[in-house]
């Protein structure tokens, strides 16, 4: 029976070796849930890094580690230390990541990632070989592995193969700095279908394609040799009953049974009833525009200076990609910049910023979405951002405003948010006054409208139309018919 292969970096449990055992605990992540009606049964397998390097892994275990995986649907591509470096931390996201968010001045063209890079790509397409078969379907997903399409579709030239990317396609003037720019189009090509987020990164790959590799492009086809490659956006969604479930549970929640977070945040309320709360949810990852986000709510106290005591920022940075310098130094500067602005500000009853370094409990995450009057969004650039999408499905009364940066993806479906220009300090001041005084009636016309849109267009209708797509691609075949 074919089967369904899902692959991408990192595979959708974690690993804890206790005591010699080896417990494979599924992970909650946006892509593991969505991917949940792709991803079932003895049909599917995915594929991917278990998050250990043969460093790590003992070698009496590799056969319990097979063995936990293999009752999750899952096979591992194995990787060592020096791979890990060259081909996630070097070329991933030291190359492709800020190159890709428009970042030009932080990517580094290193030879030596790039040779990585191709190597463990290799190795992804040596392993989906080697576990699949002829007529299975097979989704690769995300810019760790842009080469594994064609390295799968030079041994299996018939394969259905579908790759989705997570991340912003650049424009051409961007995208065609990188040494390696044919060969990532060339890799992806050996797709079938390629989906993005949005119809404008769609519109970059295109124009990459046609202006790089001179290949025939009609609306949203490419013609090569024989073969007729499909390009469409699929924005992704959310598992929009979780998030909405959670909401209503954390809100029935009794007294007693309340997190010492949520106590703390009631605690807030009641002791400062006229107070709003004004949230922050990202990766520390400079694309996020955190440091930025910080001095706009500076220049907001200085240009309203009657909301200080009146407003509370409450960041919450996730760490992140901690071995890579460029993250260090965002940290280090976040850390300043809070430190400094609590320091000059702060009264003995008000702390204008609380700010997490670490991630929390899911529980924790509903939380803080359910106390915040005020989501404040504002990334540089964003494949999409699914913190947008999960504050208003949490928001079970409907009351809440999202401010979410143009420069989102999600922004492309959320009109019904106050968008703005994460540049535009002026206009985020004005705009966090506006989300401070809307009225009730006003932020829930907004919300009933995006989360009408969320709850249609959740995580799994995502992937089954991704799903859908790639097979109506494989029934129409492969063969270019020339006009
Ligand atoms: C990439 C693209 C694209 C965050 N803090 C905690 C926590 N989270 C969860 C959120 C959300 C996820 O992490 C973050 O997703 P985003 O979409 O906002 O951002 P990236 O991680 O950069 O994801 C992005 C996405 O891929 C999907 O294609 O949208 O543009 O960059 O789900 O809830 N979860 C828990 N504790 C935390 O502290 N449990």
């Not at 959320?414 to 703005?420: D, F, K, Y």
């Not at 995502?462 to 020339?482: C, D, P, R, V």
Request: with cysteine.
């Amino acid at each position: 029976m074919a089967k369904t292969i899902i692959i991408s970096n990192r595979l959708p449990v974690q690993l804890q070796i206790n005591n010699g055992s080896i417990n494979a605990i599924p992970s909650v992540g946006g892509l593991a849930t969505g991917m949940k009606s792709v991803h079932s049964g003895s049909e599917s397998l995915w594929i991917g890094w278990s998050g250990l390097t043969d460093e790590d892994t003992p070698p009496e275990l590799e056969d319990a580690i097979d063995k936990a995986l293999k009752e999750n649907g899952c096979a591992k591509v194995k990787l060592n230390a020096q791979e890990v470096d060259g081909f996630y931390f070097g070329f991933s996201n030291r190359t492709v990541w800020p190159l890709f968010h428009y970042f030009l001045k932080y990517s580094e063209f290193e030879l030596d990632f790039w040779n990585t890079y191709k190597a463990v790509n290799q190795k992804f397409a040596d392993a989906i070989i080697e576990k699949s078969d002829e007529d299975d379907t097979i989704w690769v997903h995300d810019y760790q592995l842009m080469l594994v399409p064609q390295m799968v579709r030079e041994k299996r030239p018939n394969t259905s193969i579908g790759f989705f990317l997570h991340i912003p396609f650049p424009s051409y003037e961007i995208f065609r700095t990188l040494p390696w720019r044919e060969e990532i189009l060339e890799g992806l090509l050996g797709s079938d279908l390629i989906g993005f987020h949005t119809y404008d990164y769609e519109r970059h790959f295109l124009s990459s394609v046609r202006r790089l590799l001179g290949l025939e492009v009609s609306f949203n086809e490419i013609y090569l040799d024989n073969r007729v490659i499909k390009v469409d956006s699929f924005p992704m969604g959310i598992d929009y009953k979780k998030f909405r479930d959670a909401a209503l549970v954390q809100v029935e929640r009794k007294q007693d049974n309340r997190s010492d977070l949520q106590q703390r945040l009631d605690d807030h309320k009641a002791s400062a009833p006229d107070t709003k709360l004004i949230l922050s949810i990202d990766r520390l990852d400079y694309s996020k525009g955190i440091a930025k986000r910080i001095n706009a709510f500076e220049y907001f106290l200085n240009k309203y200076p009657e909301y200080k005591e009146k407003v509370r920022l409450i960041i919450l940075a996730v760490p992140s990609r901690s071995n890579v310098p460029q993250y260090q130094l965002l940290k280090k500067e976040i850390d300043e910049l809070v430190g400094r602005i609590n320091g000059e500000l702060s009264t003995v009853n008000w702390t204008p910023i609380w700010y997490f370094y670490r991630s929390l409990p899911f529980e924790n995450l509903i939380d803080l979405y359910t106390s915040s009057d005020i989501a404040w969004l504002t990334p540089l650039r964003d494949g999409m951002n699914l913190v947008a999408k999960e504050y208003i499905a949490t928001r079970t009364d409907k009351s809440g405003v999202l401010i979410l940066s143009e420069m989102a993806g999600s922004a492309y479906e959320m009109n019904e948010a106050l968008l703005i220009n994460p540049n535009n300090f002026e206009q985020q001041a004005d705009t966090l006054h506006q989300a401070i005084t809307m009225p009730l009636e006003e932020q829930q016309s907004r919300n009933t409208f995006l989360q009408k849109r969320l709850e249609r267009y959740n995580v799994e209708v995502w992937a089954n139309e991704f799903m859908s797509a790639l097979n109506q691609k494989k029934t129409a075949g492969h063969a270019y018919i020339s006009q």
